[in-house]
Structure formats: C-alpha cells, structure tokens
C-alpha cells in the first residue's frame, strides 16, 4: 500500500499515513479540511542498494555511444573504447601539464 503525505488546513499539521487508493479517497471526501500534498516519490532499485547496481549491456554500448560523440567529456574519460596511442598521448599530456603547473 503507498504511503500519502497529508496537511490538516486548520492546524497546519503535515503528517505520513499508509492506506489504499480507495482509502485514501473516502478519508479525502469525509474529512474536508485535510489535503493531500504532493511529493517526490521513492524509487526502490532492488535488494542490492545504489552501490552494488550493475548496468546490462545495452547500456554500456549506449554510454560508449554517447562517448564517442563527444571525446572531451568526463563521460569520455570513463566509458568510451580508446586504442593504446590514446592513452599514452592523454598520460604524456598530463605529465607535461603537471610540470608546467610546477614552474609557476
């Protein structure tokens, strides 16, 4: 059953109640001066937790995708498919940025 947020308009009272939709209906209609406040709802990813999740397939090629598209973006560094000349070239570069740092 979901749980509601409620607001007692007299009292300005906000409080959590669990109940069905056909409760939640007939509570509404018999009790005037209460109101139903809109909230952001709970999304439950599983059993695992947030750290744990794995991505299928499919989404790794869309990431890769949207890599390859735009190869200057932190979603580049991470995700798309780069040849062994690109890695070094990206590692002497940031070598060399870091030395000219250290001369200023």
Known sequence: ?????????KTGK????MMSIAEKEAFLKKNKHIEQK???INI???VRG???????????DNLSRIADAH???ELAQQHRKRS???????QAV????KRQQGKK
């Open 50 to 60: 947030m750290g744990n999740m794995k991505n299928d397939g499919g989404w790794k």
């Open 38 to 40: 809109l909230t952001t």
């Open 1 to 9: 059953m979901p749980i509601y947020t409620f607001e007692n308009k």
């Open 94 to 97: 940031a070598k060399h940025r």
């Open 14 to 17: 906000v409080y959590d109640d």
């Open 44 to 46: 439950s990813s599983g």
């Open 71 to 73: 190869p200057t973006s």
């Open 84 to 90: 062994i000349k690109e890695v070094k070239t990206q």
